[in-house]
T-cell receptor, first 114, second 109 residues
Framework: ETGVTQTPRHLVMGMTNKKSLKCEQH?????MYWYKQSAKKPLELMFV???????ENNSVPSRFSPECPNSSHLFLHLHTLQPEDSALYLC?????????????FGPGTRLTVL | GQNIDQPTEMTATEGAIVQINCTYQ??????LFWYQQHAGEAPTFLSY??LDGLEEKGRFSSFLSRSKGYSYLLLKELQMKDSASYLC??????????WGAGTKLIIKP
């Protein structure tokens, strides 16, 4: 595997379900990000982790709970979601948190909340 | 507040040239990025501008004017595979990326 991978690619869940999204980066990067992408809206930064510590939480509802067990893996735990949470959830990584470099993205998880 | 504006959708013809504009108002500036995103796929990096002027990379070029808060992405010799969304993003003084909503480019034969 190379780059940034995400599983599952598609997820349909009810509002009472609990599920988790997984992201893995094979680039040796130290920073990882969760974004929400809704149709015709800018990417919304949800969480940022640097060296396994959360450094940013952009007013995300508590029904979204991130976890970063090591610098290669990032999870987004979901519970009691709302239909408006349906979106594409993108994971990204970068070498360091603050640097001139790039963010590399995974293909995303298309989430539908019924 | 911080804001990135780009057209929602553009249509162009195969073999032609298209220019996608991006204007921004941000708290500070530490570089501007263009990403390409095909439907159902990851955004992939296209170009980076931090100084004024034109950066050319094959069929794609990106221009920046910091005084005007303006950038454009120029795509030449359009191919059907260029049909995608193009995302403009600016890194602000806190090194946070501020994203535009993206421009969906439709290429017609």
């Amino acid at each position: 595997e190379t780059g940034v991978t995400q599983t599952p690619r598609h997820l349909v869940m009810g509002m009472t379900n609990k599920k988790s999204l997984k992201c893995e980066q094979h680039l040796g990067h130290n920073a990882m990000y969760w974004y929400k992408q809704s149709a015709k809206k800018p990417l919304e930064l949800m969480f940022v982790y640097s060296l396994e510590e959360r450094v940013e939480n952009n007013s995300v509802p508590s029904r979204f709970s991130p976890e970063c067990p090591n610098s290669s893996h990032l999870f987004l735990h979901l519970h009691t979601l709302q239909p408006e949470d349906s979106a594409l959830y993108l994971c990204a990584s970068s070498q360091e948190l603050r640097e001139p470099g790039l963010q590399f993205f995974g293909p995303g998880t298309r989430l539908t909340v019924l | 507040g911080q804001n990135i504006d780009q057209p929602t959708e553009m249509t162009a013809t195969e073999g032609a040239i298209v220019q996608i504009n991006c204007t921004y108002q941000t708290s500070g500036f530490n570089g501007l990025f263009w990403y390409q995103q095909h439907a159902g796929e990851a955004p992939t990096f296209l170009s980076y501008n931090v100084l004024d002027g034109l950066e050319e990379k094959g069929r794609f070029s990106s221009f920046l004017s910091r005084s005007k808060g303006y950038s454009y992405l120029l795509l030449k010799e359009l191919q059907m595979k260029d049909s995608a969304s193009y995302l403009c993003a600016v890194r602000d003084s806190n090194y946070q990326l501020i994203w535009g909503a993206g421009t969906k480019l439709i290429i017609k034969p």
